[in-house]
Structures are given as structure tokens and as C-alpha cells.
């Protein structure tokens, strides 16, 4: 056994002279996809049929690609061994286009859709240069639909063969490094993935089942490849991709025993890379359609790589995967319990990504994602790699003195001295622990040297416990996954339009508060400049004020006495006249009080109009109320209760107050008797008739009415507003006076009250 060939070196499907191989795939309307024609192949041979190729039209035209003007397809084939050549796994690109079928020129019979969807396919042995070769395909494809006319094949047969010349040549096996041309950059893949791109790489070492899955088939096929390409020499050593039973790589592989430390490819070779992780039991399909699952759910199949566009994989995930990756959300879902464990990062593991993370972000140019903003080496596709391919040799030199440590744990102090403890801790002890029962790792430590850690320092390149500086870039991952930033600025505009609003409206209603009280001040000062310039005129004409004002208050008075001495002038005509004529002739039928003492009812319209004529008119006053002389009632009351006259109250009345009648006979009593007697308390008259009183004795009456009726006629209870004026003493005497006089004229109004009864 040798080693297997350098990096730069063709794989061994290249040396065995594969040549590549162009075949047109037409999407047909009643039997669906179908090989159509083959460039490179002897006339009448058919590559599908020979080697069993029966779903490579399925993988030529993804689901989905009808939605798209141009979408590419990679996939992987599996090559019989014949003869002396060993099976191996070949590489399929399709780029997939399609147009209006009136566009043809000539439109064969068979063509029924108003579409028409053909692919164009290179079959090679090594997708190293793929990214050359899908620029290419892309033109060539773009250039045959161009013609309108697809049985004019010339240029697909010239394209075959100008690969097939570069492959004699040895151009398509060149030493050079064509990692960078896969498509989708690993710039792109960290800035989409961040901290979980590290999670994927260790996850490929781990080999459990992964799906990819996305709507775009070129974008999850380059995820892919962009993927696997982390670990050095990988896509070089693909040829036990193609199918679970393939394992011809560990045929071939042999533990090297020479070194040169200054050449690259002899130092990976020396340290065990590439890692296979693609041998017996595994399978790598960039593209796999539905008509493949039979084959991911076989025994036989352990762990694979796969991708897919159709959604119904996402309903039986947890069969068809143990971690599903799904980039149009760009989500990662671990279903196995162990693998999530595993996989969980170290504090040393977050610290070397997010490093990476970072270096991605400050140099990104939206222009131009693959390369940095400030066109140097940090952040760049080859710096990227570079630190991908440190981590990996740290991993397994410290993982090989994890392993010589617990080989020799009895034989004293085995530890060497500038290496502190065991080294493959910081990159996980779970991790480390499922990675040594895969069958990746078992090949690894067979072909390599048990002191690998004496070539390569076995120490984490981020070693070293969680810092504060851990915390605060993880803090600060952690914002910008959530677009926290993003949403405080969105937040913080719309809170800053609303506070200037605020504080615009603020100033609009303190303005007008203060301009308000400008104003209200002004009118203020105006009102006492005018009032004072009043004081001053009137201090001026002070004299001439006061005797206007006093000879308004005489008038009042004058005015209010006159009323009332009409007033009682009347009403003493009329109880002249009824204490002549008896009490008992104008009682009617009611209810006696057994309080005793004076009292009236209402006063009949008769009463009122025969006082109308005397020349009284009511009075304002609130105590001497109108409805008790003047207003006609349905209901009277009886005078004479037991032979006797009693005061009788009024229902209308309210009992609080006296009524005019009762203060009036009240206050006659008290004068003619010895003891004073309550006015609001009746007083028990003798059960004789009543005789008729002597010109002396009404003459006393009415000085007592006069003297209540002056006191309660006052301008203030009558209602007259008269600014500071009272009646004086001699006001009244002039009014009791007035009242005599009308009593002296009692027999000329008696006559005439007589006759107005006769007449009614």
C-alpha cells in the first residue's frame, strides 16, 4: 500500500482516464424526465442503461427547477468496476433552462406544454473544478436554447469535446488549489451560519445522518461542497461518495514514515488528512431526489450527506435524519438527543469562531461578498481556510495526547511538561468521546502516528477558560442575532418624532398658557386704571351722590307706606263692616281648631274685589303672602267650632311660618289684654257672640295691626332693594296715623259694603 496521492494530485477515477462525458435530459409530458442524447460516448451506447444510471434524469431536473428562468443540479453517480477498474463515484452538474414553446422553429408533435424544460449534463470524475466548469455549462446551455432549434446539437457535441481535450492534456488535473471556485463562498457560509458553521464541520466528523434542505437546488448544493471542503483534501478523495458499499479509499491508504515539514501536502498527509468521512456505509448527495430514499433508508446506509428540495422530507424528518439543516430560514434542528450533546461548543470552541465571525463581519462588502472590503489577507477566503485547517490539526494532535495519556495512565508521570492537563477537553470531552466510535476515527488512528502531538502542539488555538471578554462578544453575537440593535434604532426614531411632537406641543400650550396670563394681567390693570379714574370723578362730585341716593331711599319708603296704609285701610273697613253685621252671617261649614284664639280662611273673589275698590293692593313681602286674602280656595274653614270662634290654619300654609291673619289678631289681643299672648299660639275666645266693638276699641286694634304690619313691611321683607335705608319712626306714625283716619271713615265704607252684598 501507498499513501494516497498528494493534494494537488489527480484522485484515482482521473488517472484511470475518465473522460467527461455531455448528455441533453428533456423533461417529457407523458413519460417525464428521460436521457435524450449522449456527446462522448461511441454511437449507439448509452451510459444510463450500461451502468445502471435509472434516476439520473430525476437528478438532472430537481423539483422545483420549472420555477426558475436557470437553476444547476449536483449529484453523484455510482461506476460499476469493469474489469480491472474498481467502482467509483462520478460527478454530475446540470444546468436546467426553459421557454415558451411558440418560440420554436420548428415545433415537433410530441411537444404539447406551452413550455419546453431540457438540461444540459457533465458527468466528471472530481467536482474540484466545478466552479470553472458551471460558468461554462451556463454559457453553452444559454447559447443551444438561443438557436429556438434543439435538434441542432453542434454545440453541445463541441463542448464535450473541448473537455475531453483539457482533460488529455491535463488541465482539469492541474496542481492548484480550485477549492475557491465551488460558487457559494466560505465567506457567505460563516456569515450565514456564524458560531453554528463550527457545529456543521464537527458534526461531519461525528458522521450521523444529514439533510439539507432548501428551495433552491444550486444554493443547497453549494452549501454543501463549501461544507465539506473545510477539511483539507477532502474534495479530492471523493471517490467512495457515490454509494454505502464504496471503500476503496482505505485499500489505498498506508501509514507514511517520512515527512517534510516544508511541504504542505506532506504534512497533512503525515497528520491523517483528509479525514474520510464518506467510506463503507456512507453517502454524499449533494441532490437527492424521492426516487433515492429507498437508499438513505436501507441497513447498510450509516451516515450520509444529502440534500433536498422537496418539502415532504421536512414531515418524516425524524426518519430520514438525525440533524436537519434548512437554509431558507437558515435553522439548524438536532433530533438525536446524544448528537446534541456532543455537539455543544466549548467555551474555547466559541471563543476561536466567533473570532472568525467577526473577522467575516467587519470586512463585508455587499458588492462583493467573496471578498473583503479592504481587498487583504484577514477575512478572505484563504485566511478562512487557513484557520479551519490550524483548528483541525490542534484537534486531532490534542485528541492523539488524549489517547496516549490514557494509554499510559499507569506508568508514571507520562504528561509532557509544557502541556497543561489534557488539551482535548477544550474542545469538548463529549465530542471527543462519540468522535472515537466512528468509523472515520478508527481509520485516522490506524494509518497515523500514536505522537503526532510531537509534530503539531497539542493545544486548542483559543485555549483557556470562559473570560469576560467571552461574555461580552457573546453578548454581542447574541444582539445581533436577535437584530436587537436594529429594533432599538427603529424604536428609538419613532420615540424620537414623538418626543419633538411632544415637546413642540408642550411650547404650543405654554405659549398660549403665558400669553393667556399676559392678557388676563393687561385686562386686570386696565380695570384698575378705569376703576380708580371712577373713585377720582366721584370724589370730585361726592356732594351731589348722596343726596341723589337719599332722596331714592325717601321715595321707597314714601312708596312702601303708602301700600301698606291702603292696604290696612281696606282690610279695617272690612272687619268694621263684618263686626256689625256678625261673624256668624259669613261663616260656612269647616272644622274647628281647639287651639281657641282668632283665625281666617281664604277670602272669596267678592272679598277681593271689594278690596280692589277700597284701593289696597297686595303685598310683596314673603310674610304676608297674597293666596290667604286674595286667591279664590275650594275649601273653607269654619269660624265656629262648640259656639265658639276658633283660629283656624290653612293646609295650604306651611305650619313653620304664621300666616298675616294670625299675627295680625294676635298682636290685637295682646293689646287688649293684660297678659301678652304668643303670635303663633291661638288664644281661646269667650263662646258668647261676639258684640260689636266701640270706636275706642277698634281704634287700639288697629294701632296693634298697624304696629306688626309696619314691622314686617319693611323694604327688606318686602323685597325693594334699597341700599342701606330702613324706615324710620316717623314713617310709621305717619302710616298708624293714615290707618286712624281710614277707621274714622269706618261707617261710609260699611254702607257701601252692604250694598255690594245686597247686589250680589
Known amino acids: 500500500m501507498s499513501a494516497p496521492a498528494p493534494e494537488g494530485s489527480a484522485s ?10 455531455v448528455t441533453v435530459v428533456d423533461f417529457h409530458h407523458a413519460r417525464g424526465p428521460e436521457v435524450e442524447k449522449w456527446f462522448g460516448v461511441p454511437e449507439g451506447s448509452d451510459p444510463a442503461a450500461e451502468y445502471d444510471w435509472t434516476l439520473l434524469p430525476f437528478m438532472a431536473l430537481s423539483d422545483g427547477a420549472h420555477a426558475s428562468t436557470e437553476d444547476f443540479s449536483y449529484f453523484t453517480l455510482l461506476k460499476p468496476a469493469r474489469g480491472d477498474n474498481p467502482a467509483t463515484s462520478l460527478f454530475g452538474i446540470s444546468c436546467t433552462r426553459q421557454m415558451d414553446a411558440s418560440q420554436l422553429l420548428n415545433r415537433p408533435a410530441d411537444v404539447t406544454r406551452s413550455t419546453v424544460q431540457k438540461a444540459v449534463v457533465v458527468i466528471a470524475d472530481s ?7 458551471r460558468e461554462r455549462l451556463s454559457m453553452v446551455t444559454s447559447a443551444w436554447f438561443a438557436q429556438r432549434e434543439f435538434t441542432d446539437c453542434e454545440i453541445l457535441r463541441r463542448f464535450q469535446e473541448s473537455l475531453q481535450e483539457e482533460k488529455e492534456r491535463g488541465m482539469l488535473s492541474e496542481e492548484e488549489d480550485r477549492d475557491q471556485y465551488l460558487g457559494l463562498s466560505l465567506r457567505e457560509l460563516v456569515r450565514e451560519f456564524r458560531w453554528q458553521t463550527l457545529v456543521l464541520l464537527k458534526c461531519c466528523l461525528l458522521q450521523p445522518k444529514m439533510l439539507f434542505f432548501g428551495s433552491r437546488c444550486e444554493r443547497l448544493c453549494m452549501m454543501q461542497f463549501s461544507l465539506i471542503s473545510l477539511i483539507p483534501g477532502l474534495l479530492r478523495n471523493l471517490q467512495d461518495c457515490g454509494g454505502p458499499e464504496l471503500a476503496e479509499y482505505e485499500k ?19 497528520m491523517g488528512l483528509p479525514l474520510q468521512i464518506f467510506g463503507k456505509g456512507s453517502l454524499f448527495g449533494p441532490y437527492t431526489p424521492l426516487q433515492q430514499l429507498d437508499i438513505l433508508a436501507d441497513f447498510g446506509t450509516k451516515s450520509y450527506i444529502v440534500g433536498s428540495t422537496n418539502s415532504l422530507l421536512l414531515q418524516q424528518k425524524d426518519r430520514y435524519s438525525d440533524i436537519l ?11 438525536s438527543a446524544s448528537l446534541r450533546t456532543a455537539l455543544a461548543l466549548s467555551a474555547s470552541d466559541r471563543r476561536w469562531i466567533d473570532f472568525i465571525t467577526q473577522e467575516v463581519n467587519d470586512t463585508w462588502d455587499e458588492k462583493n461578498p467573496g471578498r473583503p472590503n479592504h481587498m487583504g489577507y484577514r477575512g478572505s477566503e484563504e485566511f478562512i481556510r487557513l484557520q479551519f485547517e490550524e483548528y483541525l490539526l490542534a484537534l486531532i494532535s490534542s485528541v492523539k495526547y488524549h489517547s496516549y495519556l490514557t494509554t499510559n495512565a499507569g506508568k508514571g508521570n507520562v504528561a509532557l511538561p509544557h502541556v497543561e492537563g489534557d488539551p482535548s477537553t477544550d474542545f469538548g470531552v463529549e465530542w471527543v468521546e462519540y468522535w472515537t466510535r466512528t468509523e472515520n476515527y478508527r481509520i485516522w488512528d490506524a494509518h497515523t502516528d500514536s505522537l503526532l502531538f510531537d509534530i503539531i502542539e497539542p493545544k486548542h488555538p483559543c485555549a483557556g477558560g ?15 442575532d436577535l437584530h436587537l440593535d436594529e429594533r432599538f434604532a427603529a424604536g428609538k426614531e419613532v420615540l424620537g418624532r414623538n418626543a419633538a411632537a411632544a415637546r413642540d406641543k408642550a411650547s404650543t400650550m405654554f405659549n398660549k398658557f403665558y400669553a393667556d396670563m399676559e392678557a388676563m394681567r393687561e385686562a386686570q390693570r386696565k380695570r384698575a386704571e378705569e376703576a380708580k379714574a371712577a373713585s377720582a370723578t366721584t370724589q370730585k362730585n361726592g356732594a351731589t351722590t348722596p343726596n341723589t341716593d337719599a332722596s331714592k331711599t325717601q321715595q321707597t319708603v314714601n312708596s312702601v307706606g303708602a301700600k301698606a296704609g291702603a292696604y290696612i285701610g281696606s282690610w279695617a273697613s272690612w272687619a268694621g263692616e263684618k263686626r256689625k253685621q256678625g261673624w256668624t252671617s259669613r261663616s260656612s261649614s269647616g272644622t274647628s281648631n281647639s287651639g281657641g284664639g282668632w283665625g281666617f280662611g281664604r277670602k272669596s273673589k267678592a272679598t277681593d274685589s271689594e278690596s280692589e275698590k277700597n284701593g289696597g293692593s297686595p303685598l310683596t313681602s314673603p310674610r304676608i303672602s297674597t293666596s290667604g286674602f286674595f286667591s279664590s280656595g275650594e275649601k273653607r274653614r269654619s269660624m265656629y267650632s262648640q259656639g265658639s270662634m276658633e283660629a283656624i290654619v290653612d293646609d295650604d300654609r306651611p305650619t313653620s311660618q304664621p300666616s298675616f291673619s294670625e299675627s295680625v289678631l294676635d298682636a290685637a289681643e295682646s293689646e287688649g289684654s293684660s297678659s301678652p299672648v304668643s303670635p303663633r299660639k291661638p288664644q281661646q275666645l269667650p263662646s258668647s257672640p261676639i258684640s260689636v266693638a266701640s270706636k275706642d276699641k277698634d281704634a287700639t286694634e288697629v294701632t296693634g295691626i298697624n304696629r306688626v ?5 319693611t323694604p327688606a321683607a318686602a323685597g325693594n332693594k334699597i341700599p342701606e335705608a330702613t ?33 250680589a
Open 12 to 21: 484515482p477515477a482521473s488517472q484511470a482516464g475518465f473522460m467527461p462525458l
Open 127 to 133: 467536482p474540484q473544478y466545478f466552479g470553472m466548469l
Open 252 to 270: 489505498r491508504l498506508s501509514k507514511p514514515t517520512s515527512l517534510r515539514t516544508s511541504d504542505r501536502n506532506s504534512l497533512l498527509s503525515y
Open 325 to 335: 439543516i434548512n437554509l431558507d430560514d437558515d435553522t439548524i434542528n438536532i433530533t
Open 466 to 480: 470562559l473570560t469576560v471578554d467571552d461574555v461580552q462578544r457573546r453578548i454581542q453575537q447574541q444582539v445581533q
Open 709 to 713: 304690619i309696619s314691622a314686617e313691611t
Open 727 to 759: 324706615a324710620t319712626s316717623a314713617d310709621v306714625k305717619a302710616v298708624e296715623t293714615k290707618a286712624i283716619d281710614t277707621e274714622t271713615a269706618e261707617p261710609k265704607a260699611a254702607g257701601l259694603e252692604k250694598k255690594e252684598s245686597t247686589t
